[in-house]
């Protein structure tokens, strides 16, 4: 079997991540944004977590007012939380 291609080895990391919204339910019906669960039980287990997801859920329900699919909403820049 031939090695595995950095797009498709970020890919394969992707999907075995449990990506999860804040309260568990679908991000149609709340308006959340997804990040994978450890990233999720990180940002909720402290205040300035929290504020983060809250202001990243404000700029998602924008976004999604707007019609767009997509938000700038900065949670997954690369960064560890």
Not at 2 to 18: E, F, G, I, V, Y
Not at 24 to 29: M, V
Not at 34 to 41: D, F, G, L, V, W
Not at 69 to 80: C, D, F, S, T, V
């Amino acid at each position: 079997m031939a090695s595995l291609k950095k797009p498709q080895k970020s890919l394969n990391t992707w999907t075995k991540q449990n990506w999860t919204t804040a309260s568990g339910k679908p991000s149609a019906k709340t308006g959340e944004v997804y990040a994978p669960a450890k990233t999720m039980a990180k940002l909720k287990s402290t205040a300035a977590g929290l504020k983060k997801l809250a202001a990243a859920n404000k700029k998602k329900k924008e976004a999604t007012k707007k019609g767009k699919q997509y938000a700038k909403h900065g949670l997954h820049k690369g960064k560890k939380f």
